[in-house]
């Protein structure tokens, strides 16, 4: 890959628990891509990731969510994982974090479960999106239109529904950053 994204930082937003591979496929593909990432979570320090089975790696936080703002960002990122978003979606900072991008038209790619989150934030009427079969209802009763397919993309809104699906997602997602705003 070029250097696509060389004037572009993007947020990867975790809390302990998301998916290993749903994470660090995305940021070696912004990093390929020469994005500046940061990665914001609940607590500073590290974060805990979740690899298939048992407990991960652990990864260096950027700044808290109490310290980050959407307005710095040109994107976000959400893995998945189940006890990701389940923390992020009960927390209101990063909640009003992720309204920030929709408020803004900026790009946001979700995987897996990471689309949970996104329901919180009242921005799904009407948006087709992809994810683990599990969130289907959830996100349905959100008012999305959720369909079974690799990526989804729609309208800087780049989702899909798990690890095997990250080829295409980390293309699409990439894509999607380097259009930049989707007014």
Known sequence: ????????????????????????????????????????????????????????????????????????YDALVLPGGVLNPDQLRMNADAVAFVGGFFDDSKPIAAICHGPWTLIETGELTGRQVTSYPSLKTDLTNAGAQWVDKEVVVDNGLVTSRNPNDLPAFCKKMVEEIAEGVHA
Do not use: C
């Open 1 to 72: 890959m070029e250097k696509q994204l060389s004037n572009k930082k993007v947020a990867i937003l975790v809390a302990d628990g998301f998916e290993e591979s749903e994470f660090t496929k995305p940021l070696e593909a912004l990093k390929e891509a020469s994005a500046q990432v940061e990665v914001i979570s609940l607590h500073d320090g590290k974060v805990r990731a979740w690899n298939e089975k048992d407990w991960g790696g652990e990864y260096p936080v950027d700044k808290t969510i109490d310290q980050a703002n959407s307005k710095d």
